[in-house]
């Protein structure tokens, strides 16, 4: 343990509080604002060996810290790191999977129902007095019965949102790059051709280059009037002009979003449109599960530099050996 508190781990930026109070306990911690070289005071560079974050983790900063040996990044989704950058200076990239799974399929299946069944502008309702003054809240125009739905990204999350539609009665199908062996939900190996077999369209994907903008026009005409697209994933995912051009001219019917394309700026368009459930992304935002990405922040560091291997690291680096 003496041996842990000798090494130097940098924490740039905003971080959980209990990621924050562990790493102060079992490391020596330095803190600056954000990650940015010029923030870095003479002699800070050549001493740190690790990095707890969730903020953006560019080349530069990596190429600033010389003796620099891991990033534990906060989330399961790292798109904010680079970690192909990374891998090629030896650099080991670790993030939080499984811990947040089954609280972000939760959120899911909450933002689903909300899109489809008005429950907010319900709620709205009530509060405002209108039950009393009005009478009943409308009829929703939507309802789950009888949906297809189609998953974009049946990874560790997508498939936990799966399970739990399957319990509603739903069929699922789904988009990948490749099918996911062992798994009986029908294969779509384009998202066009996902959405053309659905009209419920759940999106869970990475961020990053390959699904950016993903979700386009094309997309949102293939799911159709009756079609409800939901965006639990990455904001970078979705060509946000065109959802705010389909929800307005009833290209689909609604969206639930939980994530945008430049958090937390929410484009006005989309928070004028009636038909759009909005999340200021609390995916996995309950105390229970952040503080166990928390924990597995500061648990990959120890795993590293006392058994020489992390818990989770990211596949870019998964090969790499410690030093
Ligand atoms: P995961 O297990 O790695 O699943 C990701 C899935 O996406 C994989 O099945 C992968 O399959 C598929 N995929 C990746 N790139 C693709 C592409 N270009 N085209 C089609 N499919 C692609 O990850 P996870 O743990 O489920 O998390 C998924 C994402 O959810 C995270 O990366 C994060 O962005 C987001 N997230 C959001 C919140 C929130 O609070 N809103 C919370 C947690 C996570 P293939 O490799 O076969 O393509
Ligand atoms: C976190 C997430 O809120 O894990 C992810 O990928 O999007 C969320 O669980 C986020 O990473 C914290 O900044």
Redesign the pocket.
């Known amino acids: 343990m003496s041996a842990l508190k000798d090494i130097v781990v940098l924490v740039p930026g905003r971080l959980h509080d209990h990621a924050v109070k562990r790493v102060e306990e079992t490391f020596r911690m330095l803190r600056i604002e954000r990650a940015d070289p010029a923030l870095l005071l003479a002699g800070m560079a050549d001493e740190i060996r690790g990095v707890a974050a969730m903020a953006t983790i560019d080349p530069a900063f990596i190429d600033a810290l010389p003796k620099l040996e891991i990033i534990a990044s906060f989330?399961?989704?790292?798109?904010h790191v680079d970690a192909k950058y990374a891998a090629t200076k030896g650099v080991m990239v670790t993030n939080t999977?499984?811990v947040?799974?089954e609280e972000?399929a939760d959120?899911a299946v909450g933002l689903l129902i909300n899109a489809v069944r008005e429950l907010p502008r319900a709620e709205n309702w009530l509060r405002e007095g209108r039950w009393v003054r009005e009478g009943a809240y409308p009829l929703s125009k939507g309802t789950l019965r009888g949906r297809r739905v189609g998953i974009?990204?049946?990874?560790?999350?997508?498939?936990?949102i799966a399970r739990r539609l399957e319990g509603f009665g739903l069929p699922i199908a789904y988009?990948?790059?490749?099918?996911?062996e062992g798994v009986g939900y029908a294969y779509h190996p384009t998202?066009v051709g996902l959405a053309e077999a659905v009209d419920t369209l759940i999106s869970?994907?990475?961020?990053?280059a390959?699904?950016a903008k993903?979700v386009n026009a094309e997309v949102l005409r293939a799911l159709g009037p009756d079609g409800v697209f939901v965006n639990?994933?990455?904001g970078s995912t979705v060509d946000e002009e065109a959802l705010i051009a389909a929800l307005s001219d009833g290209t689909i019917r609604a969206a639930g979003l939980?994530?945008f394309a430049d958090e937390p700026r929410v484009p006005q368009g989309l928070i004028e449109l009636p038909n759009a459930s909005l999340l200021p992304?609390?995916?996995?935002?309950s105390v229970h599960t952040r503080q166990a990405m928390a924990d597995l922040v500061v648990d990959n560091l120890a795993a590293w530099f006392s058994q020489g291997r992390p818990l989770t690291p990211v596949p870019e680096t998964a090969g790499l050996k410690k030093p």
């Open positions: 989330g399961v989704g790292y798109d999977p499984d947040l799974t972000v959120t974009f990204g049946l990874g560790r999350i997508g498939l936990a988009h990948n790059r490749r099918p996911v998202l869970i994907a990475p961020g990053g390959s699904t993903a639990i994933g990455r939980d994530v992304h609390v995916g996995s935002a």
